[in-house]
């Protein structure tokens, strides 16, 4: 941030401090995040202002996208817009920052976004894929061959997730039973994520067309499926929802998109 503004760090953290006094509130890390202690409602009144001014004055946006879809999407970074770290590990962060107006649009991982009745975010339907149950080569699960199931693809531990990170993911694959290992990880970490699945030989990963690539030793694909289709929304809130900025972004998407599709018959274009 201090890079950013041209500033040393100490003046930003004065600026903060002061800001905090002002609003009355407090700042404190909890599990690596900073969250803000006290009422918020006069805060959140002014970054409502602060985004209806970025939009309406054509200011540049910011933009968040799961560890996946950032890198792929959303870089270089679309015109008039501003991306984030790309590192969030859960579902229920981004969302709030989105309904608070603290991040413009959120490129967030289906079926994990809101119902199409929410009345403050509209979602954009981009993609369709299918969800992998990955392995290491010589993993015992493959000697069984077509004759397994998710029934012994639940007897092996599961790639961690936070508890409740993606909610409608981890009901069916609760369901499944293979939701078996919690991780206590709150942001994205490509060493801990990607290494967990490599030095761990009987893990049973998770994969798709689009994070396939990202593994860095070489995975087998089981015959078994979870009964899920996956993929990826761009999130907005309603107010902006057919703003040019938000058409713009959405069609720099699905250029950057449809090449990808091309070369993955199991990865489908929705809009």
């Known amino acids: 941030m201090a890079q950013r503004y041209g500033v040393n760090q100490s003046t930003i953290s004065r600026s903060v401090r002061s800001a905090l006094g002002i609003l009355g509130l407090e700042a404190r890390k909890i599990k690596g995040e900073w969250v803000l202690l006290g009422d918020t409602s006069f805060l959140d009144l002014e970054r409502q202002v602060h985004q209806l001014w970025r939009w309406n004055e054509q200011q540049p946006l910011r933009l968040e996208a799961q560890h996946w879809s950032g890198p792929l999407f959303c870089l270089p970074a679309p015109a008039g817009w501003i991306t984030g770290n790309f590192d969030f590990l859960d579902y229920q962060r981004p969302i709030e920052l ?16 809101p ?14 894929m299918p969800m992998y149950l990955v392995v290491s080569e010589g993993h015992p699960l493959l000697q069984l061959g077509d004759a397994m199931t998710m029934a012994d693809v639940a007897e092996y531990p599961s790639l961690p997730l936070p508890e409740g990170a993606f909610p409608k993911f981890q009901a069916i694959a609760s369901a499944c039973g293979i939701w078996n290992n919690e991780a206590k990880l709150t942001r994205f970490n490509r060493e ?14 998770y994969a798709t067309p689009l994070t396939f690539g990202f593994l860095q030793k070489t995975k087998v694909i089981l015959p078994v499926r979870l009964p899920i289709t996956v993929g990826d929304a761009l999130l907005v809130r309603r107010p902006f929802l057919e703003a040019p900025q938000t058409r713009e972004l959405l069609e720099t998407l699905l250029q950057r998109i449809r090449p990808l599709v091309e070369r993955d018959p199991e990865l489908k274009l929705i809009t």
Do not use: C, F, Q, T
Not at 192 to 205: E, K, Q
């Open 98 to 113: 989105l309904r608070k107006g603290i991040i413009d649009a959120w490129v967030a991982s289906y079926p994990d976004i």
């Open 115 to 128: 119902d199409k009745d929410d009345d403050e975010v509209g979602s954009i339907l981009l993609n369709r």
């Open 192 to 205: 801990y994520w990607y290494g967990r699945m490599d030095d761990d030989d009987l893990l049973v990963g």
